[in-house]
């Protein structure tokens, strides 16, 4: 269960006017990059993100569509956890001296059906306030992590856990009732990064109510990354500077300045004014490239598929009824062109997306003999749609029986570039076959409004993880609803005992095959009902001056400590 970017013909790497860039270095045990040259001098770059971190824990920000833009590519640079996810969604070793694997002995499924994980911190690994990170702060963690009355960090995805030990001061043992394949992700981004006991215990204590609101989030935040803050200016900038004691070595860069900007093309004068060293995380579209490899062939554009932009349904009193009936989904996506938008808006690079699982997965052949396909067929849509009553009248569009205008809404946020473009594409192409579309552009306020994402009428287009991990949002008790202050992972309220049971087998079996198996049929009832409108996978852009080696597209910043500047 990985963030992964496409192989070989899958992911472009596009250097503009002949440019090269140095591949990361992979980090030496225990200790700096290897034959990365020590700093010899006080190196500094400015790195633009999207967006405005309000706080540098996403699962505070979050209203359960991924996130808020710049979170997680600012938390990066300052806070790690046992481990991190490479540019190809491998976890990579960081405060642990390993990721527990069958093969290590860390990860052991017992005789009796239960499991257990095992990690032993690195020597020397610290806080930035200079306070040992110890085994007791894996422990306070996994406290928070299932604490209900705190439900921004209650992760559902470790229901399944029955507590973690202290081994030693340097060593954690989770216990498993059973077993859950993505255990080993436990104190990562994936879930909860690592919280400072000697920090927090006494607020979480004592105050509950307030634990969010405390300052440590933002300006007084600690963490154990290669960079800590010196400076933090809401709306405007971080600056960062090198942690020397980052248990990994020295970081290369000495200083990092983090600019937040909102606006993409503010973004794009910045690196042609040579202000902005380069960009990590959402925010450019392929378009907005051509202006810098028309006058600045000296910025490197580096591009990795990965996410799937796909439309989710809504299944509890939706506007028109008709969305719920699995034929007018089909209609639908039989009257999209998916491969002309990826040749029009990702310029051919990415290919049509017939389920949200990308064909850089390891798991994508097994599944592809599953996936129900729907190849663009407008004559189909039209078979359907009379099927169901529908009839296309003389303004173009289709009306029901009591002639009414056969219209949908459709929603997707400001803060995904190419989620705009596919949105008026899709509504463009739509309204050509007759059916009328209310394209709706949700704004950065109203993102953050659980009760108001839950609530859309037709169709919720984001961008979402292209693996197996999206299964979470189809199970029917993640429903986003009153009871649940809206904070389940599915917002579109889908319920089917079947699919339920799939799901939760396939996250509870270890094996590979049967793992696979499971997925396979999941897959199959997710593309043959249409549970959700998969449309076009989404490609994550960085920007950078040329003398910027090591940065890559796809989880920016997961190796800051060995990027380098010339």
Not at 168 to 179: G, Q, S
Not at 427 to 444: K, M
């Amino acid at each position: 269960m990985r963030f992964r970017t496409f192989p070989t013909g899958l992911v472009a790497l596009i250097l503009l006017a002949g440019c090269t860039t140095q591949g990361p270095a992979s980090p030496a045990p225990g200790g700096s990059a290897a034959g990365a040259a020590q700093p010899t001098g006080p190196k500094r770059i400015s790195i633009a993100i999207k967006g405005n971190p309000p706080t540098l824990n996403d699962k505070i920000n979050s209203s359960g569509s991924g996130g808020v833009p710049g979170v997680a590519e600012a938390s990066r640079l300052i806070h790690v956890g046992l481990a991190v996810p490479d540019e190809v969604g491998a976890l990579q070793a960081r405060l642990a001296e390993a990721v527990p694997t069958v093969d290590n002995g860390n990860w052991r499924v017992l005789p009796d059906g239960r499991m257990e994980t095992t990690w032993r911190i690195r020597e020397g690994a610290r806080w930035h306030d200079g306070t040992p990170f110890t085994a007791d702060d894996l422990a306070f963690t996994a406290v928070v992590e299932r604490d209900k009355e705190l439900p921004q960090f209650d992760d559902r995805a470790f229901q399944f856990l029955e507590g973690v030990d202290v081994v030693d001061a340097r060593t954690v043992t989770a216990h498993w009732n059973r077993p859950y394949i993505e255990a080993d992700a436990m104190f990562t981004e994936q879930h909860l990064l690592p919280l400072p006991k000697h920090l927090l215990e006494q607020a979480y204590n004592e105050n509950k109510a307030g634990f969010i609101d405390l300052p440590y989030w933002t300006q007084n935040f600690v963490g154990t990354g290669p960079y800590r803050i010196r400076d933090w200016v809401p709306g405007s900038h971080m600056l960062l500077v090198a942690n020397d004691s980052y248990v990994l070595g020295q970081p290369i860069i000495r200083e990092v300045e983090v600019q937040f900007i909102d606006d993409p093309n503010t973004m794009i004068a910045g690196l042609m004014a040579g202000t902005v060293d380069g960009t990590i995380g959402r925010g450019l579209a392929l378009d907005q490239a051509d202006t810098i490899r028309q006058q600045r062939p000296e910025i490197q554009l580096q591009l990795a598929v990965a996410g799937c932009l796909c439309a989710f349904p809504q299944y509890l009193n939706p506007n028109p009824a008709a969305i719920a009936d699995p034929q007018f989904r089909r209609a639908l996506m039989y009257g999209l062109d998916r491969q002309e938008l990826a040749n029009s808006l990702m310029q051919g690079l990415v290919p049509a997306a017939h389920v949200f699982v990308g064909p850089n997965e390891p798991e994508y052949k097994a599944l592809e003999p599953s996936i129900v396909r729907y190849e663009y067929d407008p004559r189909r849509t039209a078979q359907l749609l009379e099927g169901m009553g529908y009839t296309k009248t003389a303004d173009g569009f289709y009306h029901d029986a009591a002639g009414q205008k056969l219209s949908i809404e459709i929603r997707t946020t400001s803060s995904v570039e190419i989620g705009k473009g596919l949105l008026l594409a899709v509504a463009d192409s739509y309204q050509r076959i007759g059916i009328g579309v209310d394209p709706v552009l949700v704004s950065p306020q109203q993102a953050t409004d659980r009760e108001y994402r839950a609530n859309f009428p037709g169709f919720d287009l984001v961008n979402q993880p292209s693996n197996l991990t999206l299964l979470n949002r189809f199970l029917g008790r993640e429903s986003s609803l009153p009871e649940n202050n809206y904070r389940g992972n599915n917002r579109m309220r889908y319920v089917s005992p079947e699919l339920d049971t799939l799901i939760d087998r396939y996250f509870t079996t270890v094996p590979m095959n049967e793992r696979v198996q499971t997925a396979s049929l999941a897959i199959a009832h997710i593309t043959d009902r249409v549970v959700n409108l998969s449309m076009l996978y989404n490609a994550n852009l960085v920007l950078a001056s040329s003398r910027l080696n090591g940065i890559t597209a796809t989880n920016s910043a997961w190796n800051s400590h060995v990027w380098d500047i010339s």
